[in-house]
């Protein structure tokens, strides 16, 4: 990891069902197995989509027991997202006084870890947090991730936002180095891109943009190639991308890599890692996103 520290990306998009979440956990399974790479994925969203199905077994549907186990302690100890927020916004501390460990991080295997969402976070959503108080909590709890003697030293955090703009976004992509937008073969491909780059700009101000990279997921194929509708598609977008860079002066790209449609995929984050079929795809993805954002 270099001397400041992790890679930082943030996956969003505020449209639902296009794979912001499979995509987050597929790029930290790939990474961390094939690179090397200590890979902390986080899962902000209040509706705790990855955190429930990390936690599901999908043989028996019930929970895993190791997990469960944990994930009550976390929850008993005062371990979770929420209570780190909580202790960061406190008018009377006089800095940020949260631990941090095993108990707040959960060891998926040896090179992926793994903080879970919790119901407490909804709060988040309906926004009873200061904006300006909660703007530097990722970037502070991320430093004492970095310097806490107990943990390893990250050199990727992917983080899992909300389908929303929650100040706890606002928190993550005031300090990430890559936004990463999935999007999909479809009607909205071009209108959802086109409505993120405005937002992210308007939002983020007076803070830097980060980078922004926008990849088309689920990508109809066929003979191994993306279908003359996939392209279509892959042309708007690019086309909204290269408007945005012009008008809006933020850094916006479309990466030439895809990642094809698989029903299978979805059971990547349940059990079985990621699909072989699907590893270069996503290897490739990787490749070019940290040529853009190194």
């Excluded at 956990?25 to 961390?32: E, F, R, T």
Aim: glycine share 6%.
């Amino acid at each position: 990891m270099s001397e400041r520290g992790p890679k930082t990306i943030a996956t969003i998009n505020f449209k639902g069902g296009v794979g912001k979440t499979t995509v987050t956990w597929c790029l930290g399974d790939v990474v961390s197995s094939f690179s090397g790479a200590k890979v902390l994925v986080f899962d902000l969203d209040a509706q705790m989509s990855l955190t429930q199905a990390i936690a599901l077994n999908e043989a028996t549907g019930a929970l895993h027991d190791k997990f469960q186990k944990w994930y009550d302690i976390a929850i008993a100890r005062q371990k979770t997202m929420f209570h780190a927020l909580d202790e960061f916004t406190k008018p009377a501390a006089p800095h940020f006084d949260f631990a941090v460990g095993f108990d707040f991080i959960y060891q998926v295997t040896e090179d992926l870890h793994f903080v879970p969402s919790v119901e407490d976070l909804y709060w988040m959503e309906l926004e009873v947090f200061d904006r300006d108080g909660v703007k530097d909590f990722i970037r502070r709890l991320l430093g004492k991730i970095q310097n806490s003697v107990k943990l390893p030293k990250y050199d990727v955090v992917l983080f899992d936002c909300p389908p929303s703009f929650t100040l706890l976004s606002y928190s993550v992509l005031s300090c990430c180095d890559l936004v990463l937008i999935p999007v999909n073969p479809d009607f909205f491909a071009s209108k959802g891109t086109n409505l993120i780059l405005n937002s992210l700009k308007m939002r983020i101000e007076p803070f830097p943009v980060p980078k922004i990279g926008v990849f088309m997921n689920k990508t109809k194929t066929y003979a191994g190639a993306p279908t003359k509708e996939s392209e279509f598609y892959m042309r708007e977008v690019a086309r909204v991308c290269g408007q945005a860079a012009q008008s809006q002066r933020v850094q916006a790209r479309f990466f030439d890599s895809w990642i094809p449609e698989r029903v299978g995929v979805k059971r990547a984050i349940t059990g079985g890692g990621v699909p072989g079929e699907l590893v270069q795809p996503f290897k490739d993805l990787w490749s070019e996103m940290m040529g853009y954002a190194p």
